[in-house]
């Protein structure tokens, strides 16, 4: 069975930092690019980072560049969102999710063909 666990959310002051991370199990993680998405209440999900299979191709949306960085072990069947100076507008539920190839598409910000994500952490910045 095919699962996807994110964990490490929480509550943090702006410019705090926090580590998100994907648990996955039930498949190879080696073979699928993971991304993470965020959805604020009232809003619009909105992808905000990917990388590909071996992790040497990283994506980011362009208000997390610099602040952000997605890594991952596969042999440890995770991966991972750092996030540092983090700002209110970050808050939000974010999420893990498969796409069904290696590597993500060149519009990957804007392409949700997931097979799978897990159900989000909640990342809440205020002071």
């Known amino acids: 069975q095919v699962q996807l666990v994110e964990s490490g959310g929480g509550w943090v002051q702006p410019g705090g930092s926090l580590r998100l991370s994907c648990a996955a199990s039930?498949?190879?993680?080696?073979?699928?690019?993971i991304d993470w998405f965020r959805q604020a209440p009232g809003k619009e999900r909105e992808g905000v980072s990917s990388?590909?299979?071996?992790?040497?191709?990283?994506y980011y949306r362009d208000s997390v560049k610099g602040r952000f960085t997605v890594s991952r072990d596969n042999a440890r069947n995770t991966v991972y969102l750092q996030m540092n100076n983090l700002k209110p507008e970050d808050t939000a539920v974010y999420y893990c999710?498969?796409?069904?190839?290696?590597?993500?598409?060149?519009?990957?910000?804007?392409?949700?063909?997931?097979?799978?994500w897990g159900r989000g952490t909640q990342v809440t910045v205020s002071s």
């Open positions: 999710a498969r796409r069904p190839k290696a590597d993500p598409p060149a519009d990957w910000a804007a392409d949700w063909g997931f097979d799978y």
């Open positions: 039930g498949f190879t993680l080696d073979y699928y690019a």
């Open positions: 990388i590909s299979s071996g992790g040497g191709r990283t």
